[in-house]
């Protein structure tokens, strides 16, 4: 009976390729890989034919999904390799780890579905943090997964990362670089596990166990092998983090680790597997723990020989792919430059940075730009994992693949555009999907601001598959088991959780939008029930538009808008009571405020196209233009919005105006007021001439002081005007007065004519000389 | 014609009776660092490509500095991402041509002499570019009085760098490659690629022995260029050379040419403090970024490149001033005249910036004071 410990880094190509190599000369008849027990049930799945990596072991909490962790694998995982060694072999593959039971009952609440993305995925937890916070932990804690120990929960250990030690021991600054070299790169693996066991053995001879809980898993490591002992088998295989690889090799007694692992609490926990990207294994999507270039490693692996010159060769097809000009002559000379670079920096290859600076210099002339693009295609090498169809899932998780089928969306980890034509029944359903799916809090699509010509016949959504969807779907799970169940369930439960109007008649857009009939009746009558409460106008009027829309434009979906009508109704009628009290007493800022609502309520009206309610909509406007008391932005956009249904004729605004603009009213209300009716387009109010020369007169008439203090009022009053615009209206009224008017004529006349007189006084002084200068000779006095 | 013939019968000349290292104003850089070169190859037991004085490593050791073995210290030539030194190395080991690219004063030539003084002692064979520049500069031209009197021979040729390098297997250097016309750069291509260059006339041809190599150095700040063709292009692996990332690598570089300067042109005034330099390069790096140090303050941008070479001429300039005018140290007033110069390339535009930057900017900031006064008198 003999133990044989491989201490390895997770996702390392080189460790992967001698753990392979040893196991085929072990001939063990029992393999241990540290992961979650857990996942036992769903291990043999790994060999089956569909299964294609990356993908991940999803452990989670079936009560509370957003409990979950992580465990990726990609073919050049060594846990992977050995796991299918075993499988293949048909000889005994256990997990050996702590299980998820107990870690995730250590940690009751994590705030948030990423969490467990950055923290826990223990085969990936570093040996030791320096200390760093989270964010710069991402670093750390890759750097050292070789490592293998560190919980989440002792971010803020300071202590020496003992592989830096052996790093530096070696010259190296970078420990990262250095594993790199020693071991991943190696071609000769003899003794390679040995070495790695000898070093770490010297790294822990004076380092105790990180914390409870790393004590805590290994001691059950060291349990499990001791139950492989005991059943019997000959030559057990221990694959685990180089940084344990100590601690397995002779179990020893059970007691002191009994006494660890006794008293530990457990929750339930669901074990699947699920498809994982490439990019997920990389650091860069703020992933913790992994791998900076997953894209070499997998060549590394793949790679049979001359690994340089298929890199380089790769590069040079993607860059030609993208219309940059690369000759077989650069790629030798980039094979050879990089060869050289290797050489002065005493490797035995080149490494990836060798390669990277060739390809650089040689390919793209020292041009950095294109270096993106191989760094995302080809370091990285964007793919998504496939899992086969067995593996356990929930059953949204299969109607959702199910409805995937059928609607021919396959999930990709690009970023694809879809053009839904509304009116072809595949296209609806598939946009009715991917709003279901984004009430569930997954966005597996984002809609796209449509411009004008498509219309409301056509959605555009920008659709991007991503890993986490998985989790999210398990957690939707306990809406229901099919996606529309799921959603109208959780629909309804939001609308009822919330309080505001605006928010739930949202919510009802994006039903309607999901088509879910059982959601929308709900919804509708608790908009119902919270209108009748609702003391706020703001939020009656706020609810209107959405509610508009969907009336308007519902039945394009096959939505009946007679379930709405009637809701609108109950809300207009509330508006109507509710609008006059509210506009009372408002001060500038409210005033704006409630300028939006009247819009919003004008658009919704103008919208539905109902003689009944535009009447009565537009007797309240005249209600509160003439009510005395009301903030003068209101009283102007009234005026505006009957002006513009023609509700007032040219003597009527001229009296308002007049009106609003007299002496007596106070100036900031009239200047209030003026850019109540001048908001919004410039054109319109270009041919009342009334209102120009009211407010000409009212200008002319302001003390300089009142002017200066109105002149931002009235600034802002004109600067939305386009510049044609504001020229047309200068023009305008600079002509004011030569205008053959019939109405203000006697009015404003007795003041003109006393300017005009005061103007020729002055203006005759200046007539000799102009007379001199134009050679005339000058008549009358 | 003649012209040509006479200024490179002369220039071999100069080759050939080398005035005393110590006379000289600039000496070249095999010369002025004749020691650690020589301390280098005694330590350097590495493989060395053919012909090389040195190996890739220690040529590495002699452009980024450091200490050998026996205790001997190199000082850094190159203050910057040693990568780019590596890179460039190693394509000289490859035998293919480097291209140095970059702004003007991001020490592109003193790279290119330095790699070429360490890896075959010479940094002489140099063509410098210019829109003049013909192919007799490049390839070989012709005695022609004995031309007239022998008809063409060996000892009618008049050899080129080029060639030079070429015969003897060192490192010919193109200065301002891009100056040069591009039918003219076309006749680089046999020569970088079969490494031979023809003599029809003669009915023979010089092949370049093991060694030789084509360092060229070109910017890419200034218009009116002759781009390289993609035949050409492909031929040089491209190094760029950027500006300094950090003030405090900028501040060494400057301090440490301008010791070194100030030392071969024998100036009188003491050391300058780095207080001065460093307030030099703050000006520099500010007004070349656009932006204040502290990231608070915007300013415009002058039209000139304000390199670190520029920088570097400033501080110079300040110290003759000082140790001729003034009382032997740098004071902002020896400064200003150079600062001005330096930033004001054009005289409308760039005197607004100027004095908006000394407004804004210099007037405000703790202790500069003197230098605003200065700059306010000169201009």
């Known amino acids: 009976m003999s133990i044989h410990v491989f201490g390895i880094r997770h996702h390392g190509p080189g460790c992967a390729r001698s753990l392979r190599v040893a196991l085929e000369e072990l001939q063990p008849d029992i393999v241990l890989v540290e992961g979650p027990p857990d996942a036992q049930e769903v291990l043999p799945l790994l060999i089956h034919e569909e299964m294609q990596p990356p993908v991940a072991l999803l452990i989670y909490s079936p009560e509370e999904p957003k409990r979950a962790v992580y465990y990726p694998f990609t073919h050049f995982s060594p846990e992977w390799q050995a796991l299918r060694y075993a499988l293949d072999r048909q000889i005994p593959a256990r997990f050996m780890d702590l299980p998820q039971a107990m870690q995730l009952a250590k940690h009751p609440t994590q705030p948030d579905s990423t969490a467990p993305l950055e923290d826990d995925i223990p085969g990936e937890h570093q040996a030791t943090t320096t200390g760093q916070q989270k964010t710069s932990a991402a670093r750390i804690n890759t750097a050292t997964a070789v490592a293998d120990a560190q919980p989440p929960s002792s971010p803020d250990e300071q202590q020496k990362d003992p592989l830096a030690l052996l790093a530096e021991a070696a010259g190296y600054s970078d420990h990262e670089l250095w594993w790199e070299q020693q071991i991943e790169q190696r071609r000769d693996m003899t003794n390679l596990f040995e070495g790695i066991l000898e070093a770490m053995s010297a790294l822990r001879a004076d380092t105790p166990p990180k914390d409870e809980e790393e004590a805590q898993r290994e001691a059950y490591m060291r349990q499990t092998i001791r139950a492989a002992q005991k059943e019997g088998f000959e030559r057990i295989a221990v694959v685990c983090g180089a940084w344990h690889a100590p601690v397995l090799i002779s179990p020893g007694p059970a007691k002191a680790d009994t006494a660890l692992l006794s008293g530990l609490k ?58 940059l000009d690369v000759s077989s002559a650069s790629v030798i000379e980039a094979v050879r430059l990089a060869e050289a670079l290797a050489a002065l920096r005493d490797r035995a290859m080149p490494g990836l940075i060798d390669l990277h600076e060739a390809i650089e210099t040689v390919l793209c002339n020292g041009n950095p730009s294109p270096m993106a693009l191989i760094r995302d295609k080809l370091e990285i090498g964007e793919r998504l994992g496939q899992v086969p169809a067995e593996a356990p899932t929930v059953p ?91 959603s109208t369930a959780f629909a309804c439960h939001k609308a009822e959780e919330t309080e505001e109007l605006p928010a739930i008649s949202e919510l009802l857009d994006k039903v309607i939008l999901a088509a879910l009939p059982g959601a929308i009746d709900q919804i509708l009558s608790i908009l119902q029930k919270r209108a009748a409460v609702s003391a706020d106008v703001h939020h009656l009027m706020g609810a209107l538009p959405p509610l508009a829309r969907v009336a308007r434009y519902g039945d394009v979906r096959q939505t009946r808008a007679e379930q709405i009508l009637p809701v609108i109704d109950g809300l207009f ?10 506009c009372s007493s408002l001060d500038d800022d409210a005033a704006q405020h409630m300028l939006q609502s009247i819009d919003k309520c004008q658009e919704s009206v103008s919208l539905l196209n109902r003689d009944q309610q535009r009447a009565e909509w537009q007797h309240t406007l005249r209600q509160l233009m003439e009510k005395e008391g009301i903030h003068g ?41 003026v850019e109540g009716v ?79 007189i005061l103007h020729q006084e002055r203006a005759m002084s200046v007539l000799p000389v102009l007379a001199q200068i134009m050679g005339v000779t000058l008549h009358g006095n | ?11 071999t000349d100069n080759n050939n009776e080398k005035a005393a290292p110590q006379d000289v104003l600039r000496q070249h850089a095999e010369q002025q660092y004749a020691e650690e070169l020589a301390e280098l190859a005694k330590v350097d037991n590495r493989q060395r490509p053919p012909n090389w004085q040195l190996s890739p490593w220690a040529v590495r050791t002699y452009l980024m500095g450091g200490t050998l073995p026996n205790g001997f210290a190199i000082s850094p030539k190159y203050i910057g991402n040693p990568r780019l030194i590596e890179i460039a190395v190693a394509t000289l080991a490859t035998d293919r041509a480097l291209l140095l690219y970059g702004l003007p004063g991001t020490a592109k030539s003193w790279v290119s002499e330095h790699l070429s003084a360490a890896i075959t002692g010479n940094s ?55 100056r040069i016309p591009s039918e003219v750069q076309d006749t680089l291509i046999t020569i970088l690629s079969e490494k031979t260059l023809p003599v029809p006339e003669l009915n023979t041809e010089i092949q370049a022995n093991k060694g030789f190599n084509v360092i060229a150095t070109a910017n890419n700040r200034d218009k009116g260029v002759n781009e390289l063709s993609s035949a050409l292009m492909r031929r040089f692996n491209t190094v760029i050379l950027p500006l300094p990332d950090s003030m405090e690598e900028e501040v060494e570089i400057v301090d440490r040419r301008v010791a070194s300067l100030g030392r071969a042109l024998e100036l009188p005034a003491e050391k300058p403090a780095l207080e001065e330099i460093r307030r030099v390069v703050t000006v520099f790096r500010e007004l070349r970024s656009g932006v204040t140090i502290d990231g608070k303050t915007k300013v415009k941008t002058p039209s000139g490149t304000l390199s670190t070479a520029e920088a570097i001429s400033v501080i110079n300039n300040g110290l003759a001033m000082a140790g001729y005018y003034g009382d032997g140290t740098l004071r902002s007033h020896d400064l200003a005249a150079g600062l001005t110069g330096a930033i004001i390339k054009d005289p409308v535009q760039d005197r607004v910036v100027w004095l908006e930057y000394l407004q804004t900017v210099v007037k405000e900031r703790d202790g500069w004071k003197d230098l605003y006064r200065a700059c306010n008198e000169v201009l």
């Open chain 1, 266 to 323: 457990k929750i339930k926990t669901a074990a699947t597997w699920i498809p994982w990207t490439n990019s997920r294994l990389s650091y860069r999507s703020g992933y913790g723990a992994g791998v900076t270039s997953p894209g070499w490693y997998e060549h590394l692996w793949t790679a049979p020989d001359r690994i340089s010159i298929r890199w380089s060769t790769r590069a040079a097809h993607l860059l030609r792919e993208q219309g």
């Open chain 1, 396 to 486: 949204l998780q299969r109607d959702l693949e199910v409805k995937q089928r059928r609607l021919r969306l396959k999930p990709s980890t690009e970023i694809v555009t879809l053009d839904l034509d509304l009116r072809k029944e595949t296209d609806r359903a598939r946009g009715q999907l991917l709003h279901q799916l984004r009430l569930l809090n997954i966005p597996w699509g984002e809609l796209q601001q449509v411009s004008g010509k498509s219309g409301t016949f056509h959605e555009v959504w920008k659709v991007q598959w991503q890993v986490e969807f998985a989790v999210a779907i398990i957690e939707a799970n306990i809406w229901g088991n099919t996606v529309e169940t799921a």
């Open chain 1, 573 to 582: 009628e509330r508006i109507v009571i509710g609008l006059p009290g509210a």
């Open chain 1, 633 to 673: 932005l209101v009283r102007g956009r009234c005026c505006r919005l009957l002006l513009e249904q023609h509700m007032l004729d040219e003597e009527e605004l001229q009296r308002l105006t007049g009106l609003a603009l007299s002496l007596a009213a106070p100036a900031p209300q009239a200047a209030a007021w």
């Open chain 1, 678 to 756: 001048l908001r919004g387009s410039g054109m319109l109010m270009l041919h009342q001439d009334g209102l120009w020369r009211a407010l000409d007169r009212w200008l002319s008439n302001l003390t300089p002081e009142t002017f200066e203090a109105l002149l931002p009022i009235l600034r802002r009053a004109f600067s939305n005007f386009q510049p044609p615009e504001r020229r047309a209206m200068g023009e305008k009224v600079k002509n004011l007065s030569t205008l053959p008017t019939a109405i203000t004529g006697k009015q404003g006349s007795s003041a003109e004519h006393g300017q005009d």
């Open chain 2, 1 to 11: 014609m003649t012209t040509v013939d006479n200024t490179q019968t002369n220039h």
């Open chain 2, 124 to 178: 002489t064979l140099l063509i410098q570019g210019t829109a003049g520049t013909d192919e007799q500069a490049i390839r070989y031209g012709w005695n022609y009085a004995r031309l007239l009197v022998e008809g063409p021979s060996q000892a009618a040729l008049v050899v080129s760098p080029m060639m030079q390098a070429m015969q003897a297997g060192k490192i010919a250097r193109i200065e301002e490659l891009t």
